[in-house]
């Protein structure tokens, strides 16, 4: 496909359960960067990959966040044991270098997040 | 720590008129200005930028312009039709980082027909 694609698009999980929430970037981005999205509030970065490597993890809130990236591609994020408060949008984005000049972050359709 | 307000929060206008959001930010090193549109159900979608090296610019029926003496930024859009209806987010930079942006909160504009 030409954009950020997610999945899925919702999940609904119990507290104390892990999840894995997947992004597919646009071929060829370099850069791919994960950000969250709370009810009615602006994005909060989280992870920020070039390649496969994660220079900038400082927005993970906790250690139960986690990301990798494989392939110079797919990503994943996984939150372990979750709790109430890790419901939100949880939204992808990638562009082309990340480096040497700010360029464009296309954004995906985000993964909605409900902890019950 | 880094920090963007955006005003208003809600913002309601008849079809045809302009609709105006501003941005202020506190990293004086900042030095990119994009702003998102984001639909219901959709991820944020890039509608225009500004560097700055630039005081204003325009696309059609919007413009941004950028004040950094005051360090603030401002979405204008002209004739507004109501498929502008969605959630405008502003962003800055941190420093001179070429990849982290902080958001702003969010505009909710509604255009009546």
């Known amino acids: 496909g030409a954009g950020v694609s997610q999945s899925p698009s919702n999940k609904v999980t119990e507290k104390g359960k892990d999840v894995e929430l997947r992004c597919d970037p646009i071929?060829?981005?370099?850069?791919l960067y994960w950000y969250r999205q709370r009810l009615g509030q602006g994005l909060e970065f989280l992870i920020y990959?070039?390649?496969?490597?994660?220079?900038?993890k400082s927005g993970l809130p906790s250690d139960r966040f986690s990301a990798e990236r494989t392939g110079e591609s797919v990503s994943t994020l996984t939150i372990q044991r979750t709790q109430q408060e890790d419901s939100a949008v949880y939204l992808c984005?990638?562009?082309?270098?990340?480096?040497?000049?700010?360029?464009?972050?296309?954004f995906g359709p985000g993964t909605r997040l409900t902890v019950l | 720590g880094e920090n963007v307000e955006q005003h208003p929060s809600t913002l309601s206008v008849q079809e045809g008129d302009s609709a105006v959001i501003k941005c202020t930010y506190s990293d004086s090193a900042s030095n990119y200005f994009p702003w998102y549109k984001q639909e219901l159900g959709k991820g944020p979608q890039l509608i225009i930028d500004?560097?700055?090296?630039?005081g204003e610019k325009k696309d059609q029926r919007i413009a941004v312009t950028l004040n950094k003496t005051a360090k603030h930024f401002s979405l204008h859009i002209t004739e507004t039709q109501p498929e502008d209806s969605a959630v405008y987010f502003c962003a800055a930079s941190i420093g001179d980082s070429s990849y982290k942006l902080i958001f702003g909160s969010g505009t909710r504009l509604l255009v009546r027909p």
């Open positions: 500004i560097r700055s090296n630039v």
């Open positions: 071929s060829g981005h370099t850069a």
């Open positions: 984005a990638s562009s082309l270098v990340g480096t040497g000049g700010t360029d464009t972050q296309y």
């Open positions: 990959f070039q390649g496969n490597s994660a220079p900038d």
